[in-house]
């Protein structure tokens, strides 16, 4: 069973919609993340987790997005990458450090023509790193974070994306020792450190649903954070016509949600606004036959 949020473990309390959501000024907060950025179906979609200067797809390249180091585009649809020259253009023009770029293997040559286009037409550098990662491959962003792209089915080339926490932790038979006896086993060279990966976040882009069963996809359901699209939420389309489409409709996520999913937050495309769904496991203990309630929790992300 996954840790509790620290706000929870420290109040004692049952985690709830509210205690693990909360609401700030520019977006919310979840799971000690705050989450900002916008979801316009077929429009825009940016989503931002400002702590770790991550953006994922750039929509139009709203404003918040440009303070962002790391940019993870998951397809080629205008509403998802749209916005890419300007996020370039616009952190040149402050002069803010190159940022860095992650798009699937197979439209990365496409961008670099684009970018070129762009030099062509102003003259200027337009300077970043686009790194093409494919499915299943790995990037360290930081010491302490990586990315993995993930498989997602939406009939152009797409994926996801987990991002990783990377933390170094005593091994169990060096715990308790003194700190000096610690420092002098790491003087000598003994590796007295293990290292523990674990998926803090996960990013669909638009996808079908059968992401969701893809054995090689686990870790996506082990984050701590999803953020999936659901573009249809009600009876106006048919779980078929999403997935004529390409897209997941919200009555398949319920379907799935009592065998896959701990906690989950999705981002939802209704009503021109983004809306974050959570879903939350009732019992405590995690377990094959748990059931679900589904608290709606909708709030409204401005950028
Ligand atoms: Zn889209
Ligand atoms: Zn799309």
New binding site residues.
């Given amino acids: 069973m996954e840790a509790r949020t620290s706000r929870d473990s420290e109040s004692g309390e049952k985690p709830d919609s509210v205690s693990s959501l909360k609401k700030n000024k520019k977006g919310i907060e979840i799971e000690g993340y705050p989450v900002e950025g916008l979801s316009i179906g ?1 429009q825009e ?1 940016c989503v931002i987790f400002p702590t770790l200067k991550i953006a994922f797809d750039i929509g139009r390249c709203p404003q918040r997005a440009i303070s962002q180091d790391f940019l993870f585009i998951s397809h080629g ?1 205008m ?2 990458i749209g916005g890419l020259p300007m996020y370039v253009a616009t952190r040149g023009l402050f002069s803010m450090k190159p940022p860095t770029i992650f798009v699937p293997v197979a439209i990365k040559e496409d961008v670099q023509r684009l970018f070129e286009v762009h030099r062509a037409m102003d003259q200027s550098e337009l300077k970043h790193n686009l790194i093409g990662l494919n499915v299943g491959e790995e990037f360290r962003l930081r010491k302490d974070l990586t990315v993995r792209a993930f498989r997602t089915y939406h009939g152009i080339p797409s994926q996801g994306y987990i991002i990783y926490s990377v933390r170094q932790k005593l091994k169990q038979e060096y715990i308790g020792l003194a700190g000096n006896e610690i420092k002098n086993l790491k003087l000598s060279g003994v590796e007295i450190t293990y290292t523990v990966t674990s998926p803090e976040v996960a990013f669909t882009g ?1 996808t079908m649903s059968d992401f969701i069963v893809d054995s090689d996809n686990i870790d996506v359901l082990r984050a701590r954070i999803l953020v999936m699209e659901s573009t249809f939420v009600d009876n106006s389309m048919t779980v078929e016509n999403a997935r004529d489409y390409g897209h997941t409709h919200l009555s398949e996520i319920i379907n799935y949600a009592d065998r896959k999913f701990k906690e989950l937050y999705l981002r939802c495309l209704h009503h021109w606004q983004v809306e974050f769904l959570h879903l939350q496991k009732v019992s405590d203990e995690l377990g094959d036959d748990v059931n679900y309630s589904m608290n709606l929790v909708f709030e409204v992300l401005h950028i």
């Fill in positions: 077929g979609t649809h509403d998802h638009d």
